[in-house]
């Protein structure tokens, strides 16, 4: 429960931040996006027009060259054809390979970044954070042991960690039904579920919960010498309470900041393993750059507009999280910007 005084802190730096604006409209834009996609998609997005495929965003148009042999007067003759084509608004955002619209394509896919980084994000969360203030609050053996077992899962690179696990636990995809199309509030003609990709989820989690754990620990480690740790520990308040009490609200502002920006970087992350192949659903903006790349010399679109959504997703996150940052620890408000 945030204090009076933090949210007044929160509130001041929005007011007085440009970029904490641009980032908090950036964020409830994409969030909107995925709320609100069954009513915003013109198409259903997996839905396959052959006829219309590859077809460019309204305003511009596609030129395509098709070469043929013909056999005019007894000799062989190559003839070559132009065709343009033109936008039409029925595709907003032009189509894909498949004819499907790729508009509701990216609306769709915010879904999917949006679920993952923020579902991964608090996994990775609630099993750093308890790790961390246990290893920071009896240090010792205990801490040793349990920072040593992060230390091994630091030692490889996130990406190559979570392909790994993917490959060994398989691709769980959980399907889940949308609440706009089953109420009926939602036009029938919409998906009536979506895809989440659980094992992106747990992968995203067990990745990253090592940057939560050190910075727990590190919090743990000087709140556990102040004075009102020692005077709870000489009424003989037991270790959980003190932790739970004392400890975790305290270092709370420094997981808040870190948790913010591990959104972004799991967006990515998920960006990732779905233009690899490993996400288990077709609607993720890193699927569909995947699918679009042998095409980007003529049809762009296909793999620009979700790497432009991948873009303002992180971009608004990261920009929240500088927001939050500078409000709850105006202490480290200034000094060069460091990465995960």
């Known amino acids: 429960m945030l204090s009076p005084r933090t949210w007044r802190n929160l509130g001041g730096e929005l007011r007085q931040s440009v970029l904490a604006k641009l980032g908090v409209a950036l964020f409830a834009v994409v969030v909107g996006m995925a709320l609100f996609a069954p009513f915003l998609a013109p198409h259903n997005p997996n839905v396959q027009h052959l006829d219309q495929k590859l077809l460019p965003p309204v305003g511009l148009s596609r030129v395509t060259t098709t070469t043929t042999t ?78 040593r077992f992060a230390d091994i899962m630091l030692a490889f690179p996130s990406l190559v960690l979570a392909i790994s696990l993917v490959g060994l636990f ?71 309470r003190i932790m739970t009490r004392h400890v975790l609200p305290n270092a709370l502002t420094p997981i808040l900041i870190l948790a913010t920006i591990l959104v972004a970087a799991n967006i990515l992350l998920e960006s990732s393993l779905a233009y690899l192949g490993f996400s288990g659903t077709t609607l993720s903006w890193g699927f569909d750059i995947s699918q679009g790349q042998q095409y980007l010399a003529t049809s762009w679109w296909v793999t620009t507009l979700p790497g432009v959504g991948i873009v303002l997703a992180v971009m608004g996150v990261n920009l929240i999280g500088d927001w939050l940052r500078d409000a709850l620890d105006p202490g480290i408000e200034g000094e060069s910007e460091g990465g995960i």
């Open 70 to 147: 013909e056999m005019v007067n007894g000799s062989i003759t190559t003839v070559t054809e132009r065709t343009q084509i033109n936008a039409t608004w029925t595709y907003p955002l032009g189509t894909d390979p498949l004819g499907r619209d790729m508009l509701s394509r990216v609306l769709y896919g915010a879904r999917t970044s949006m679920l993952v980084g923020i579902l991964g994000t608090a996994l990775a969360t609630s099993i750093g954070a308890p790790i961390g203030l246990v290893a920071g609050y009896y240090g010792g053996l205990v801490d040793d042991t349990l920072m």
């Open 170 to 240: 398989g691709r769980i995809a959980v399907s889940v039904p949308d609440p706009w199309v089953i109420f009926g509030i939602a036009p029938a003609t919409m998906p009536p579920t979506f895809t989440l990709p659980g094992m992106v989820i747990l992968v995203v989690g067990l990745v990253n919960w090592v940057w939560i754990a050190r910075v727990a620990r590190g919090e743990a480690l000087s709140i556990v010498e102040a004075e009102y740790v020692k005077a709870a520990r000489s009424y003989g308040t037991s270790d959980i």
